[in-house]
């Protein structure tokens, strides 16, 4: 019965910003493991961050230096920080969080950069 919803897309300029938000309904959601990932029309999905229980992150290198993962596990939400925007960050991104039973997938926002 668990929802992922995702907010904070949209258009963009190069250069700009955007926090993508991705909030777990339920009371204990307990998130062990956050993800983003992004598709652009004709490509596979690919990953852009994780966020694990351990608290390791890891990033893709397109992003690197300029996107940041965080979670805040009172709201059950995981977030993408992404700065320094480019054109081809333009896609549909995903998010995934994960507790120690079920893994959860959001619907998907859009990105555009572009001027």
């Known amino acids: 019965q668990v929802q992922l919803v995702e907010s904070g897309g949209g258009l963009v300029q190069p250069g700009g910003s955007l926090r993508l938000s991705c909030a777990a309904s339920?009371?204990?959601?307990?998130?062990?493991?956050a993800g983003w990932y992004r598709q652009a029309p004709g490509k596979e999905r690919e990953l852009v961050a994780t966020?694990?229980?351990?608290?390791?992150?890891n990033y893709a290198d397109s992003v690197k230096g300029r996107f940041t993962i965080s979670r805040d596990n009172a709201k059950n939400t995981a977030y993408l920080q992404m700065n320094s925007l480019k054109p081809e960050d333009t896609a549909v991104y995903y998010c995934?969080?994960?507790?120690?039973?079920?893994?959860?997938w959001g619907q998907g926002i859009q990105v555009t950069v572009s001027s």
């Open positions: 339920g009371s204990e959601f307990s998130i062990n493991y």
């Open positions: 995934n969080l994960q507790n120690r039973l079920w893994s959860y």
């Open positions: 966020l694990a229980g351990d608290g390791s992150i």
